[in-house]
């Protein structure tokens, strides 16, 4: 089965862990990258989990070393993509999933232009809204920071390979499962098959 | 849902009619487009379910009044695929699948090239060419001569979106609805639904 690389993304609030934990669950050939950062861990964190927690040192001599398939530095701190468990996970016939932010994606695609880019979306803002509420564990303004910062990144949604709408997360379970198995059925993908078949008696 | 237009194409004996055949009883929202022609209709044929059988008089006048999809002339007769029946279902919402041969299909792909194309590749040559043998209806010179067209048909593959493997029914019929699926997800067909999720408030 052909592996392949998927960027994952979508405003804060739209249920992408949610939807990950269970794709996961139910697919085997489905895995997702972890990403290598130098923040500080925080108590409920397992390195080799959520992140690989390095120093800088160990993460600007991957930059040079040219192993990192994306990186981005956000207050002060480095995120990133090592590229060697990627492309592991990939030869191996997984789909492997960044779930990365909008410029992160962008990045990858210029890098790797069969990367397959999907958005999940809330249905509405509406839902998007009280989902943030729902969390409450934030205040008026930054739920309202959070609305702006979701509009304008859902704007970007057109410029994504596929767009899912979060309405249940079984269906968009559902929904991203049904892209990437259309995905590795792509001619692109299964050169080789054509050409096993033309050759063979 | 977002209608979409699909080209069809394969090999003799790959199996294309059993797969529609599955296919359209299996999904309401899966439309097939029924060709015209002027060759002569046989007897075990319906008019408007097989083709539409007409003059070549009303079929020149469709081609010069710009009515067609596509057509081609075969030893003497009209072949080709009126345009308004494919975008009046495509508009209701439908996928419309054309099976075509494969230079049909590249013209296809050529004046709409959000098209999605299909080949269906038989699971070996050895396979196709026992299917041909099992009709029981054709000389050894046909055989042969068919083996030959569809290796050469087969290498075409590559230019098609997606390869579905006809290795059972069930699972070329499953493919070819993961594909339907999937492309209804893209985030170009689906414009409207980004925008109206920005608009509301």
Redesign the interface.
Known sequence: MSGLLVTFSGPSGSGKDTVLDVLLKKNNNIKVSISMTTREKREYEVDGTHYYFVDREYFEKNIKENKMLEYAEYNGNYYGTPQAPVDEMINAGNAVILEIEVQGAEKIKEKCPDVVSI?L??????VLESRLRGRGSEDEDTINHRLVIA?EE??K?????????NDTIENAVE?IE??I???R???SR??N??SE??R??
């Open positions: 958005f979306m809330p249905p509405s803002m509406n509009r859902i704007r949604a057109y410029d994504y390979d596929y767009v899912v709408v929904s049904t892209i198995n259309a995905e059925l792509k001619s299964n050169k098959l054509i078949v033309i063979n008696v």
